[in-house]
C-alpha cells in the first residue's frame, strides 16, 4: 500500500508564549569569510550564499578580510546616521499615535542595512527602495522637515498629499517613488540599470526587495533580466525574518537562503549580517564595484531582523514570542556600531549620550518646522486641485470637466 | 499596416536615440508580426533586441528605463499576453508621475496586435482595451488604418505619458470589413493605405469622421470602422462613421456633434459587450446629447464569452450584425 500524500506547511521556530529559537540561523564567526575580487567566477562564491559576512565581532573589534577602509570620521557619521533615523522613527510613531499622521513604518534593528548602503553608492545612482530604507534619505541628507511634510501630507509635502506617509521620492536623492505594490519596483531597477548601460552611462542602480515579496514574480522577472543584460544593478533582499505575520519560510519554501536565489540565475550571490554596519557597507562596496565595472549584478541577502511591528497597524505579539527580538543573535546595528567606535578610541560612553540629545533635539526641531506647515488633520493641507495635476503630463479635457466639478 | 508601423519606430529611431524597441522575437528575427524587422540590423542590438518570455519582465523594465530617461517602445506579441504586465501597467506606468508629483515620469508605449479574425482562439483574439481606459493616467490608442497608425505610433512615441497602442491584428494586411469568405484586399488599393516616408504625427485626443451622414452616428474605432463602413454601404443608411482613433483621451467634441446632428447613435467594438468601452461611450452621449436623441442608443459587441476558434464568425459582430442594427435604429420612430 501507497502511503497518502501529505500536506506541508512550514511553520517558524517558535509562537507566542514559546521561548525564541534562532537555532536554525547559523552565524560563523566575524572574519572567517573570504574577500574574492569582484571579476570573481560567480561559480567559484557559491558557498558564499549560504555564509554570513561578517566584520564585527563580539568584542566590537573589526576583524577579517572584509574590513573596509573607513575612517573615525566616516564611523562616527555611520552612528549619528542610524541615531538620527531611529530618533527620526520615535517621533514620527509617536506623531502617528497622536494623530496628526495615518501611518508610519519603523526600521528598529535594520538601521544599517540602508545607512551603510547609501554611503557606498556615488552621485547620480539610484535606488528602487522599499517602505523600509529611508536611512537612504538621512544618509544621503536628504532634509527632515521634506521627509516630515511627507508624512503628515501637509502644505509642504514634496509629493502634494497623494502618496501613504513614508512612500517618499526623490530623484535628486537617489530615491525612486516607492510603490506600495511589493516588488514591482525590483524589475524598474534592472530597468534603469539596462539604460544606463544602453547609453554609456557610468550610473548604477540598487533594487530593494525584503524576504517576503521575493516570492512576487517580479522578483523572477528581475534575476532573468539582470541575468541575460548583465545589467549593473545591485539587487539587495533584506530578510528581516517577517513579512507581517508571515516567518521568512513561507517565502523561501526549499531553497536554503534568499541569496542562493541567484545561483540558479548565474548571478553572484553573497550573504551578509545586516545589522553590522561595517559587513553592509563593505559588501555593497563590493557589489556596486562590480556594477559599474560592467561585472553584472550581484544579490545580496541582508540577515537582520525586524525588533518593532510592520508598521502601526500591526501588533507582533500576535504571532511570535514577545522576548524574540532580545534573543535575536546578530543584535542591534546601533549599539554594535557604538561598541566598535568606543573600542578604537574614536567615542565614548559620555560622547554617545551627548549626541544622542543632540540629535533627538535637531529631530524635535525639523518636527516643529514641519507641523508649522500642518499635520494629517490639522493646518495646512495641499489642494484638492493638486488631485487633477500629474495624471497626465497635461490635463485632457476629462480631468479639466471633473476639476471644474469640483470647483477648483 | 504593418510597414507604416515599423517606420514609425524607424522614423522616431532615427530622430532620437533614446528610442528603444525590445519584445519578444523582436531583435533579429523582426517580431512575429515583422513590425519591427531590420531595426536591429539598422540600429544595433542595444536599441532594438529580443527579451525573455515575461511581460512583466518587459513592461517592468521598460518603466526603469523611462524613468532613467529612455523612451522605450515595446511588443507585447498578443494583446492577450499581457496580463502578467497588468500590474506593472496600472499601478506603476500610469501613476509615476502623479505619486512623485512628476518627480520621475513614464514615457513609455507599450504595442499590443489586438482583436480576431485569424482564427486565433481565446488567447489569440481578445480585444481588452477597456482594461486600460478605466485606468487614470493612461492614454489608450486604437488606428484603423496605416497613415493614423504611423502618425499615432509617432505621436505616442512623442508622448510624456504611457500609451497603450493596440494594433487590430486583422487590419495588418488589408481594411478587413467582416466579410471573411470574400478575398483579402490589400492596403494598396486604400486611401489611407499609405503611409507618407519621414515624420509626421497624427494628434492622441482626435477622432475622425470616416463617412459623412444624416441618419445615424457609429462611434467605433479599429477593425469595426471598416465593418461599420461595410453595413453602411450595403444597407444603404446614410451612417456617419467617427473613427475614434484615441480612447483616451477622448474626442467628445467630435461624438456630441455628430450625434446632435443624426439624432441616433449606435456604439460599436469587438470587445465583450459588458463593461467594455462602449458602456462608457452610452453614457457620455446620453450626458451630452439626451435630448437630442430620437431613439435608444444601441451598442453591437463581441458576445460576453471567450473568443471561440471554430465559431469565430459567430462571434464577430460582423457587417450583418450591425447592418441589421443601423436599420433597427432607423426604424424607430
Redesign the interface.
Known amino acids: 500500500m501507497t502511503a497518502p500524500l501529505r500536506f506541508h506547511v512550514p511553520e517558524p521556530a517558535s509562537r507566542p508564549g514559546g521561548a525564541p529559537d534562532f537555532s536554525n540561523v547559523v552565524i560563523p564567526e566575524a572574519g572567517s569569510v573570504t574577500r574574492p575580487p569582484v571579476d570573481v567566477d560567480p561559480k567559484e562564491i557559491r558557498d558564499h550564499a549560504f555564509s554570513i559576512i561578517r566584520v564585527l565581532d563580539r568584542d566590537g573589534k573589526a576583524v577579517g578580510p572584509w574590513t573596509p577602509p573607513l575612517d573615525k570620521e566616516a564611523l562616527i557619521t555611520g552612528l549619528r546616521n542610524m541615531m538620527t533615523l531611529r530618533a527620526f522613527d520615535a517621533r514620527m510613531q509617536m506623531a502617528q499615535r497622536q494623530g496628526k499622521t495615518s501611518f508610519y513604518m519603523q526600521h528598529t534593528g535594520e538601521e544599517a542595512v540602508s545607512c551603510a548602503f547609501r554611503v557606498a553608492l556615488a552621485p547620480g545612482d539610484m535606488n528602487f527602495p522599499t517602505y523600509r530604507q529611508a536611512g537612504l534619505l538621512v544618509a544621503g541628507g536628504y532634509p527632515l522637515v521634506d521627509m516630515m511634510c511627507q508624512i503628515y501630507s501637509n502644505e509642504r509635502d514634496p509629493l502634494k498629499g497623494r502618496q501613504l506617509p513614508v512612500l517618499y521620492s526623490s530623484k535628486a536623492n537617489g530615491f525612486f517613488t516607492i510603490s506600495g505594490n511589493l516588488a514591482t519596483q525590483f524589475i524598474q531597477a534592472v530597468g534603469w540599470a539596462m539604460a544606463s548601460a544602453i547609453k554609456g552611462d557610468t550610473r548604477i542602480a540598487a533594487a530593494w526587495v525584503g524576504d517576503g515579496a521575493t516570492a512576487e514574480s517580479d522578483f523572477h522577472a528581475a534575476l532573468v533580466f539582470a541575468s541575460t543584460y548583465k545589467a549593473p544593478v545591485v539587487l539587495n533582499v533584506v530578510n528581516n525574518q517577517w513579512a507581517i505575520s508571515t516567518f521568512q519560510g513561507i517565502a523561501r519554501g526549499g531553497s536554503g537562503t534568499f541569496a542562493a536565489r541567484g545561483l540558479g540565475f548565474g548571478i553572484p550571490a553573497l550573504r551578509v549580517d545586516g545589522n553590522d554596519y561595517l559587513a553592509v557597507y563593505s559588501v555593497a562596496q563590493w557589489a556596486i564595484e562590480r556594477a559599474r565595472r560592467n561585472l553584472g549584478p550581484t544579490l545580496v541577502e541582508y540577515v537582520t531582523y525586524r525588533a518593532g511591528a510592520h508598521s502601526t497597524s500591526d501588533d507582533p505579539s500576535a504571532y511570535r514570542p514577545k522576548a524574540e527580538s532580545e534573543g535575536w543573535p546578530l543584535g542591534d546595528p546601533l549599539v554594535r556600531l557604538k561598541d566598535h567606535v568606543i573600542a578604537i578610541g574614536a567615542w565614548s560612553v559620555e560622547r554617545h549620550v551627548q549626541a544622542e540629545t543632540e540629535i533627538m533635539a535637531e529631530v524635535v526641531a525639523a518636527q516643529k518646522e514641519a507641523e508649522r506647515f500642518g499635520t494629517l488633520h490639522a493646518g495646512g493641507t495641499p489642494s484638492a486641485r493638486d488631485i487633477f495635476e500629474d495624471v497626465y503630463a497635461d490635463p485632457p479635457p476629462h480631468l479639466r470637466r471633473q476639476r471644474q466639478q469640483i470647483g477648483v | 499596416m504593418i510597414e507604416a508601423i515599423r517606420s514609425a519606430m524607424d522614423v522616431s529611431m532615427g530622430r532620437d536615440e533614446d528610442v528603444?524597441v525590445f519584445g519578444e522575437d523582436v531583435g533579429f528575427f523582426g517580431g512575429v508580426f515583422r513590425c519591427t524587422q531590420g531595426l536591429q540590423q539598422k540600429y544595433g542590438a542595444?536599441?532594438c533586441f529580443d527579451?525573455?518570455i515575461?511581460e512583466?519582465?518587459i513592461v517592468?523594465?521598460?518603466?526603469?528605463?523611462a524613468?532613467?530617461?529612455?523612451r522605450p517602445c515595446v511588443e507585447i506579441q498578443f494583446a492577450d499576453y499581457m496580463y502578467?504586465a497588468y500590474?506593472?501597467i496600472v499601478?506603476?506606468a500610469a501613476r509615476?508621475?502623479?505619486?512623485?508629483?512628476?518627480?520621475?515620469?513614464c514615457p513609455l508605449v507599450i504595442r499590443m496586435p489586438t482583436g480576431g479574425g485569424i482564427f486565433g482562439g481565446e488567447t489569440h483574439s481578445q480585444s481588452p482595451e477597456a482594461l486600460f481606459t478605466h485606468v487614470?493616467?493612461l492614454?489608450t490608442v486604437v488606428p484603423s488604418n496605416p497613415y493614423d497608425a504611423k502618425g499615432l505610433l509617432i505621436a505616442s512615441i512623442e508622448?510624456?505619458?504611457p500609451v497603450i497602442f493596440l494594433e487590430p491584428k486583422r487590419l495588418y494586411n488589408g481594411p478587413f470589413d467582416g466579410h471573411h469568405d470574400r478575398p483579402v484586399t490589400p492596403w494598396s488599393k486604400h486611401e489611407l493605405g499609405e503611409a507618407p516616408d519621414g515624420h509626421y504625427t497624427v494628434p492622441l485626443?482626435e477622432a475622425a469622421i470616416r463617412r459623412e451622414g444624416s441618419g445615424v452616428t457609429v462611434i467605433t474605432y479599429g477593425t469595426m470602422v471598416h465593418v461599420a463602413l461595410a453595413a453602411a454601404e450595403e444597407t444603404g443608411v446614410d451612417a456617419e462613421i467617427i473613427d475614434l482613433r484615441t480612447l483616451?483621451?477622448?474626442d467628445?467634441?467630435a461624438i456630441a456633434a455628430s450625434v446632435k446632428k443624426t439624432g441616433r447613435c449606435i456604439v460599436l467594438h469587438e470587445a465583450t459587450l459588458t463593461s467594455g468601452f462602449g458602456a462608457e461611450l452610452v453614457a457620455l452621449v446620453q450626458e451630452a446629447c439626451f435630448f437630442h436623441l430620437e431613439a435608444p442608443i444601441v451598442r453591437v459587441a463581441g458576445w460576453d464569452t471567450p473568443y471561440p476558434h471554430a465559431q469565430e464568425w459567430a462571434y464577430f459582430p460582423g457587417p450583418a450584425r450591425v447592418g441589421a442594427a443601423m436599420r433597427e435604429i432607423m426604424e424607430t420612430r
Open positions: 528603444v542595444s536599441r527579451a525573455p515575461n512583466l519582465g517592468g523594465a521598460a518603466i526603469g528605463m524613468a532613467y530617461g529612455l502578467p500590474d506593472q499601478s506603476e509615476l508621475r502623479h505619486r512623485s508629483a512628476a518627480d520621475f515620469t487614470a493616467g492614454k508622448c510624456e505619458d485626443g483616451v483621451p477622448l467628445l467634441d
